[in-house]
């Protein structure tokens, strides 16, 4: 079962614009991280923010987490064509060490 | 630093065969997870090997196994496939636990007919 839900499943921006997604989780983690995930292939790591953490920023990314709320974000500030992709959350969750849970994915469209 | 390699990366076979999976981590790191991708399950947890041994399994039916080498390769294995079994095998490797961002390879599309 997934451990993180991803919202919105799919967004459409124009190049230059913000794009932001959220990730819900279901249980504690330790950790939460971002990936993306070009057509087809093998995923790529953005960043790793631990829950003792609110905030990291990482070039044009930045990830906020609420732990009271079980939620992250991801914001891609910026946007460029090359940014469209799929991008995942990923939980280490509290308890089940060596095992990473995703999320469903958002997958995202940047036009010119 | 040479990245996480996957072999094959193309694989077709037929259901009730067996295929084996082969993921080379990166230089140094210890720990090789391995997920399958499918379009209506999504990214899931197979299971993760750190020197050698098994640390977690995912809930895959028992046709699904897998090994570490003491060179830290790893191989997993399917055997009497089924059709669900189609999907994008995916390696990913870290230093040393999944508290560390893990390093994905191009993983190994199989199609089983």
């Known amino acids: 079962s997934q451990q993180g839900e991803e919202d919105p499943q799919a967004l459409s921006i124009q190049e230059g614009e913000n794009a932001t997604m959220n990730c819900s989780y279901k249980?504690?983690?330790?950790?939460l991280q971002w990936y993306r995930q070009n057509s087809g292939r093998g995923l790529v790591h953005l960043i790793l923010?631990?829950?003792?953490?609110r905030e990291k920023h990482s070039g044009r990314l930045r990830v906020t987490l609420d732990t009271s709320k079980k939620s992250s974000s991801l914001l891609i500030t910026a946007s460029r064509a090359a940014d469209t992709a799929s991008y995942f959350c990923?939980?280490?969750?509290?308890?089940?060490?060596?095992?990473?849970?995703f999320g469903t994915g958002t997958r995202l469209q940047v036009t010119l | 630093k040479a990245g996480v390699t996957q072999t094959p990366r193309y694989l077709i076979k037929t259901r009730g065969q067996q295929v084996t999976l082969s993921c080379s981590p990166i230089?140094?790191?210890?720990?090789v997870s391995w997920y399958q991708q499918t379009p209506g399950q999504g990214l899931q947890f197979l299971f993760e090997?750190?020197?050698?041994?098994?640390?977690n399994k995912g809930n895959f039916p028992g046709r699904f196994s897998g090994r570490q080498f003491s060179n830290s390769r790893s191989e997993m294995n399917v055997s009497t496939l089924e059709l669900g079994d189609s999907a994008l095998y995916l390696c990913?490797?870290?230093?040393?636990?999944?508290?560390?961002?893990?390093?994905f390879g191009p993983g190994t599309r199989l199609t089983v007919t």
């Open positions: 990923a939980t280490d969750v509290t308890g089940t060490a060596s095992k990473l849970t």
């Open positions: 990913a490797s870290s230093w040393a636990t999944l508290s560390y961002e893990q390093y």
């Open positions: 249980t504690s983690i330790n950790n």
């Open positions: 090997y750190f020197s050698e041994t098994q640390r």
């Open positions: 230089s140094g790191h210890r720990s």
């Open positions: 923010i631990r829950s003792n953490e």
